[in-house]
């Protein structure tokens, strides 16, 4: 199991568990859950997401046509400060922590108490996947033009000579995990940092299982504690010592 | 362990590098091995793929939005909603730099926000916090690390305004969007009001102010 490095100032800016079913919830039973989560996350917003089709037949503008292909409604609560967020959509429940981010433990009660309201308001439904995802953000403090990113980032795209120094960069790379039989998307970019003199970059993990997905809480629970373990082992295989030492002793 | 790669490097976005300086900032990478590439196994052929596939692909390849970056419906808000993301999109601002401000420090600016922004007492010539203005004032705190916690106004058009205050001497920072501040400092001096005022960027402001008697609210060390 990977050690657990506690940091004075942990690069975690959000952190996310998402379960997603096979079958949607109706409005009408999307609205009561919703409503059962008050207590904790008082702030409530409706949120929307739309996918368009465009099919372009040929050259003339008439010849272009779209569709509005799917859109789906979900409820986004919140606590008052903003940092504990419940987000519902007719298949999927997903509790998120911002920064600061208290721990595993603390993170983990608190899903785990979401997903038994969930478990007592509405009727069980099968569990199409399960998500980790960890969204990281490493700032350097800037002392020359040119920063060697790669002395704190083990995860950079390679240019030849010729091309570098870069302005810029976004990259993804998709893993298949065997030993926990989750895939796992990266996301790394240089991303405007939000503090002076320093350059930020994300490093953005995603893990999913989408295959032999646990149906009882047990197994949910071994698998998201396998899933939070191996996180911690891929996100310090992306980082150097100097990364490390920016997190105990920061800006 | 992973035992399968399936990487596609080549997507790179290249957009507009925005610092705090405004000055591109350039990456270097060294002479490292090759980044594999495609795996044998990918199966990219353009004889064996279907457009089901290259559709399934394209949807994997991107990043969901995250929950707290998701956005909310938009139409005829009324003033709560209104006032309610304004404040809300402070607060997520001010998670964004959590990590460099004790726990203190947050309650004290979600305090005095929220009571900027209750509806019973709200005025409508005002507008509620503008984000961007939010982040200059981010910015500078963790730059400059006050010792001392600031009052927080709002100017007309959303402007966060802090202001640190030591008997009559008095120091009045207001925030705009993209680093810019207006400042004024104040004290009596001789039984008259000395003033000095200047309008400068987040990286200068206290090269500005330090002439002058600001020790009871910052000892700013820079890193």
């Known amino acids: ?251 | 362990m992973a035992t399968k790669t399936d990487s596609i490097v080549g997507t790179t976005n290249f957009f507009p590098s925005s610092t705090s300086s405004g000055n591109g900032l350039l990456f270097r990478t060294p002479d490292a091995q090759a980044i594999r590439s495609f795996s044998a196994n990918s199966n990219l052929s353009a004889y064996n793929i279907t457009r089901h596939e290259v559709d399934s692909r394209i949807q994997s390849l991107k990043a969901p939005a995250s929950p707290s970056s998701l956005n909310t419906k938009r139409d005829n808000k009324d003033l709560a909603e209104v006032i309610f993301d304004a404040t809300a999109h402070a607060k997520i601002s001010t998670s964004q730099i959590a990590m460099y401000l004790d726990d203190k420090w947050r309650k004290n600016i979600f305090e005095q926000l929220d009571l900027l922004h209750d509806l019973n007492n709200w005025d409508d010539d005002l507008n509620p916090v503008n984000n961007a203005s939010t982040q200059t004032f981010l910015r500078t705190i963790v730059n400059i690390k006050p010792k001392a916690y600031p009052g927080l106004g709002l100017s007309t058009k959303g402007n966060l305004v802090a202001a640190w205050t030591t008997g009559k001497k008095r120091l009045t920072i207001e925030f705009f969007p993209k680093d810019k501040t207006q400042w004024i400092f104040s004290q009596p001096v001789d039984g008259e009001t000395e003033r000095a005022a200047g309008i400068t960027t987040v990286n200068r402001l206290f090269e500005c102010i330090k002439p002058y008697s600001i020790d009871d609210w910052f000892t700013y060390k820079k890193a």
């Open chain 1, 1 to 251: 199991m990977a050690q657990s490095k506690t940091y004075a100032r942990p690069p975690i800016t959000e952190a996310v568990i998402e379960i997603a079913f096979t079958s949607a919830l109706n409005k009408k039973d999307l609205v009561k859950l919703s409503k059962k989560y008050q207590s904790h996350y008082p702030k409530e917003d409706s949120v929307s997401n739309f996918e368009v089709e465009v099919n372009v037949r040929g050259v003339e503008l008439d010849e272009t046509t779209a569709k509005l292909k799917n859109q789906r409604l979900g409820h986004r609560r919140s606590s008052e400060d903003m940092c504990q967020l419940l987000v519902l959509w007719p298949k999927t429940l997903t509790i998120a922590q911002l920064a600061p981010y208290d721990g595993w433990s603390i993170f983990y009660q608190r899903f785990n108490r979401d997903w038994r309201t969930l478990k007592s308001t509405v009727a069980q439904r099968e569990i199409e996947r399960i998500g980790i995802r960890y969204i990281n953000r490493i700032d350097i403090p800037v002392s020359s033009p040119v920063i060697e990113h790669e002395e704190f980032l083990n995860i950079f795209p390679k240019l030849p000579d010729m091309l570098q120094p870069m302005n810029a960069f976004n990259i993804q790379a998709q893993v298949y995990l065997q030993d926990i039989d989750c895939q796992l998307r990266i996301n790394s970019a240089a991303v405007p940092s939000p503090l002076i003199d320093h350059a930020s970059f994300v490093v953005d993990l995603d893990f999913l299982r989408v295959q032999n997905v646990p149906q009882n809480d047990r197994a949910l629970q071994n698998l998201l504690n396998t899933i939070r373990n191996k996180k911690n082992e891929v996100f310090e295989s992306l980082i150097t010592d100097k990364a490390r030492a920016l997190f105990n002793h920061g800006n």
